[in-house]
């Protein structure tokens, strides 16, 4: 069970500077994302214990194609695009989705340029901090990996419909 009373979590989205997330806001919270389904309220709170508040501005890259992986971005407001070098889009990411997960498990160099269409605000969550807990609590790690498996294949799933969609219009 969540321990805490409640959680600050430095914002600067529609003009409040800090955001306080009471144990409700929580569950609320955590029930709408991904990347923390399957955790308890205790869980969610210590993960987003170590993200940190981050905005874009529309058209800002995110992430850039190659460059090494430092953590990943969890989107609470706005809308992100995910494209290749070529300039073709790979997907959109919308509230409540991640970008940079990958790398935040393997370090290994962005696979796709990530680009904000619009202001976008989230929390990213640094890859040591993510390993550390990680390492700490066998139960969390499962159940993050299990999250983090579910988010790739449902991206994995969304890339087949693509490719079946360009086949069927005769581009491949």
Known sequence: MYS????LI?????????KEIRPKGLSRLSSRLGAFR??????AGLILRLCQPK???????VYKKG???DGMFILLQGKLRAINESGDV???IFPGGTTGEMGALTGRQ???????????AGFKIQRDDLDRVMKSNEGLRIKILENMVGIL????????DQIENYAKKGRL
């Open 153 to 160: 294949c449902d991206r994995i799933e969304g890339a087949n």
């Open 55 to 61: 905005s874009f501005r529309s058209k800002e890259i």
């Open 38 to 43: 399957y955790l308890t309220l205790g869980e």
């Open 110 to 120: 962005r696979a796709a340029t990530v680009v904000a269409l619009e202001s976008c």
């Open 90 to 92: 790979l997907g959109n």
């Open 10 to 18: 430095g914002r600067q989205m529609k003009g409040r500077r800090w």
């Open 4 to 7: 805490g009373c409640c959680i």
């Open 67 to 69: 460059d090494w992986s």
